[in-house]
């Protein structure tokens, strides 16, 4: 596998629709090659994004507030305790094909769970990463021009039963959780697992997965 350089970004907690402007944005500039591959690591305010397939079904969520998106995939919850991450990747055609793309993906999140002593596993029902029979991570991306938007969101400690309460992408309530909530708390070392523990195994495995070598670019203001 090739080794491509992506750049990183930590943009702490950001409005949804400010990540979605500052994600077109990158997009278009990835697209002319203006930017290097970025990648985005951030964390929302509550909200509901309701994709194609929500729409379709006429689901709903009382209680919450909503957007809706042009990612693949039904209904996600963001909020509190939950890590985003936003690759702006454009993908070699050797890479190219949307379930591979997935797949790398959910590779990356399951191989970065592995780097804390959890056992991810795909479901060949639907994208994202399940954990002790439970989704913690829902994968939904959009393309142009064969580069990348939306991306993944991987539920750490998330606030009461926000997330239990839904029924994301068709599943029960209750089936969508967080790490945290099936008790893992803490990596083979005695770590909290939390975005910070997250992210460093996310950065450790891309290489690996998504063939891209993450370097940080604090101080680099793209957000907004």
Not at 111 to 136: F, P, Q, T
Request: hydrophobic fraction near 35%.
């Amino acid at each position: 596998m090739i080794m491509r350089i992506a750049r990183m970004v930590r943009g702490g907690i950001v409005g949804y629709g400010d990540a979605v402007r500052t994600m077109s944005k990158l997009r278009d500039e990835r697209i002319d090659d203006l930017i290097p591959d970025t990648i985005l690591f951030l964390e929302h305010p509550e909200i509901v994004t309701m994709g194609p397939r929500a729409r379709k079904e006429g689901v709903t969520a009382e209680g919450y507030s909503t957007v809706d998106v042009d990612r693949g995939g039904g209904l996600t919850w963001h909020g509190p305790g939950q890590i985003v991450v936003y690759p702006i990747i454009k993908w070699d055609e050797a890479e190219r094909g949307v379930p591979q793309i997935v797949s790398r993906i959910e590779d990356w999140v399951i191989s970065a769970l592995h780097d804390c002593g959890i056992e991810g596993e795909r479901n060949d029902a639907m994208m994202g990463v399940w954990v002790d029979d439970h989704k913690v991570c829902s994968v939904g991306l959009s393309f142009r021009h064969w580069v990348s938007k939306h991306g993944l969101s991987i539920n750490i400690e998330t606030p009461g039963d926000r997330v239990e309460d839904l029924e994301c992408c068709g599943l029960n309530a209750g089936v969508t959780t967080s790490l945290h909530k099936l008790g893992h708390t803490h990596d083979l070392e005695g770590r909290t697992i939390d975005r910070e523990r997250i992210s460093e195994a996310l950065v450790h495995t891309a290489p690996e997965t998504i063939g891209r070598v993450l370097s940080s670019s604090e101080g680099w203001d793209v957000i907004g």
